[in-house]
C-alpha cells in the first residue's frame, strides 16, 4: 500500500510545491504556521485542486493533470479528521458515526442492519458506549476525538488523512491521544498522515516525518535519521530545539 | 352583508399569504442555495435581481408584472391567447404580487444562514462519501433552519401586508380581489371608520406576532 502524492498550487502568492511517498506507515507532515501542510491534506482529498500534479494511491490515479482527471472528495478512499473534527452539531454521537457508514466505493447502499453492526462495533472499538445519544457540546473534548475518528473510519477507508485534531487538546490527552491513534492505525492497519506543528509530537509518534519549509519539502525521513542528519540549518534549529532530542 | 365583506377580506389576505409564502419557500431556498454556495457569472446580477423588489416602489414592482403577465404582457398574451384566462383581476394575481414583494425577504435571509454553515462541515460531509444534494438536506438545510423559518415568517407577514403591486394587478374588487390592506384603503376612503378600525388592529396584531417569531428564530441561527 502506497500512497505518491506530488503537487503544485499557488495561493494568494504562496506556491506550494511538493512531492513525497509514503507506505503503510504513520507519516507526520511537519511545519509552521501556512507551510502547506494542511494544504496538502485538502489537495489529497480531493477538497481543493492542485494546478499541476498527481495524487495516486496503490495504482489507483485519483487526480493527474497531465490527463485531466481528478476525482471528487467522495470518491476518494480517505478518512479525514479536522483540526476542529468538524462533527455535525445537530446529530447526536451515534447519528454522527452513522453518517460516515457510506460503501467506499460508492457503488452499493449499505443496509440498515449493516450500517448499524458497523456502528455498534465503532462505539465499542473507540469507548463510546453510553455516550450514542449525546450532542457533540454535551461531550469531552477527548470524546469528541474519538467520535471523529470513528466516522472517518466506519466507511472502511484505504487512508487516514488527520489535520492537526490534537491542537485544541491539553498535554496529559494530548499523550493519551496520541497512543490511541498509534493503537487505532496498527488495527486497521491503513497508512496515515497527521498534519502537526509540534515537532515532539511528530518525532514520538511518526514512523516518517515529512517537513515543510514555505512550500517546499526541506527533509523527509524516519525521526532518528532527521536526528543524526539535518539537511540544513531550518531542521538543525527543529531538532536542537525540541526537548526530547537533546 | 359588511361584516362578511370583512371576513371575506381577512380570509383571502390569510389564504395568499399562505400560498404565496408556500412558493416563496420551494422556490426561495434553492435560490438563496445557489447564490450562497455556487460561483458562476451573474452571481450578483441574480441577487439584484431577486432583491430589487424590497427596495423598488411596490407600484414599480406592479408596472413590471403588469408588463409581463398583463394580456398583453410578454408572458401574459401566450396565456391568453392559448387559454383565454388572464390573470389579471384575479385572486391569484394577488399572489403573484405578494409572491414577488416578499421573496427577497425569504432569499436574503436564508442565504446569510447557508453562508454562516461552517465550511469544513460541508467538506466533512463530502469526505464521508456524501453528495452535494445529501449535503445540502442533512447538513446545511438543519444547520440554516433558523433561517429559512425566520425567512418564511417574514414573508408571510410582507404577503400579508403586500398592498401597492397587488393594487395594479389584482385592482379592487370587493369580494374577489379584496385583500385586507385594500379593504383598509376602501374603507378609510369611505369614511367606514369602525370596520377599518378592526382591520388595522388586525393587521398590526398579524404583523406583530410573526415580528416577534420571525426574531426569535433569527436570533438563534446557528
Known amino acids: ?109 449499505l443496509s440498515k442492519k449493516e450500517k448499524s453492526d458497523r456502528a455498534d462495533e465503532m462505539i465499542q472499538r473507540f469507548r463510546l458506549t453510553g455516550l450514542e445519544a449525546r450532542y457533540p457540546n454535551e461531550i469531552s473534548g477527548g470524546q469528541k476525538q474519538r467520535v471523529a475518528l470513528a466516522r472517518a473510519l466506519i466507511r472502511q477507508p484505504s487512508m487516514l488523512l488527520l489535520d492537526e485534531p490534537f491542537s485544541a487538546l491539553d498535554l496529559p490527552l494530548r499523550l493519551e491521544m496520541r497512543k490511541f491513534l498509534k493503537e487505532v492505525r496498527d488495527q486497521f492497519n491503513i497508512p496515515a498522515i497527521l498534519v502537526t506543528h509540534d515537532f515532539e509530537e ?45 | 352583508m359588511e361584516e362578511e365583506s370583512v371576513l371575506f377580506s381577512v380570509r383571502l389576505s390569510l389564504q395568499v399569504a399562505s400560498i404565496s409564502t408556500i412558493l416563496i419557500i420551494i422556490s426561495g431556498i434553492p435560490v438563496a442555495y445557489i447564490l450562497a454556495r455556487k460561483n458562476f457569472k451573474g452571481r450578483e446580477f441574480l441577487d439584484m435581481l431577486c432583491t430589487l423588489p424590497l427596495v423598488l416602489p411596490p407600484t414599480v414592482t406592479g408596472y413590471y408584472l403588469i408588463v409581463l ?62 453528495s452535494e444534494i445529501d449535503t445540502a438536506l442533512k447538513v446545511i438545510l438543519p444547520l440554516a433552519k433558523r433561517g429559512i423559518v425566520a425567512g418564511a415568517v417574514l414573508s408571510f407577514a410582507r404577503s400579508m401586508g403586500e398592498f401597492g403591486a397587488t393594487l395594479m394587478l389584482a385592482g379592487n374588487l370587493p369580494g374577489k380581489t379584496e385583500t385586507m390592506p385594500i379593504a383598509i384603503y376602501s374603507l378609510s376612503g369611505s369614511g367606514e371608520w369602525s370596520k377599518a378600525h378592526l382591520l388595522v388592529g388586525m393587521m398590526t396584531l398579524i404583523s406583530g406576532i410573526f415580528l416577534y417569531i420571525a426574531n426569535r428564530y433569527s436570533k438563534r441561527i446557528i
Open chain 2, 69 to 130: 403577465f398583463g394580456r398583453n404582457g410578454l408572458i401574459g398574451s401566450f396565456v391568453y391567447q392559448w387559454t383565454g384566462w388572464s390573470i389579471m383581476f384575479t385572486w391569484y394575481a394577488a399572489v403573484l404580487a405578494s409572491y414577488v414583494v416578499a421573496l427577497p425577504l425569504m432569499i436574503k435571509t436564508v442565504r446569510a444562514a447557508i453562508e454562516s454553515v461552517d465550511r469544513n462541515l460541508v467538506n466533512a460531509s463530502y469526505t464521508l462519501g456524501h
Open chain 1, 1 to 109: 500500500m502506497s500512497l505518491q502524492v506530488r503537487v503544485e498550487k499557488k495561493v494568494n502568492g504562496f506556491f506550494l510545491d511538493i512531492e513525497w511517498q509514503i507506505q503503510n506507515e504513520l507519516a507526520v507532515l511537519f511545519g509552521f504556521s501556512g507551510a502547506g501542510k494542511s494544504m496538502t491534506l485538502q489537495l489529497i482529498a480531493g477538497l481543493a485542486e492542485p494546478d499541476r500534479g498527481v495524487v495516486i494511491l496503490d495504482d489507483t490515479v485519483y487526480f493527474d493533470s497531465s490527463s485531466k482527471k481528478s476525482a471528487p472528495p467522495q470518491k476518494r478512499p480517505f478518512g479525514y479528521v479536522f483540526q476542529d473534527l468538524a462533527l455535525f452539531p445537530h446529530m447526536t454521537v451515534l447519528q454522527n458515526i452513522l453518517y460516515g457508514a457510506v460503501d467506499i466505493s460508492g457503488r452499493k447502499r
Open chain 1, 202 to 246: 511528530a518525532a514520538a509518534i511518526s514512523d516518517k516525518i515529512i517537513i515543510y519549509e514555505h512550500g517546499k519539502i526541506a527533509q523527509i525521513g524516519s525521526p532518528e535519521q532527521i536526528k543524526s542528519a539535518p539537511a540544513n540549518r531550518y531542521v538543525a534549529q527543529l531538532v536542537a530545539s525540541c526537548c526530547s532530542f537533546q
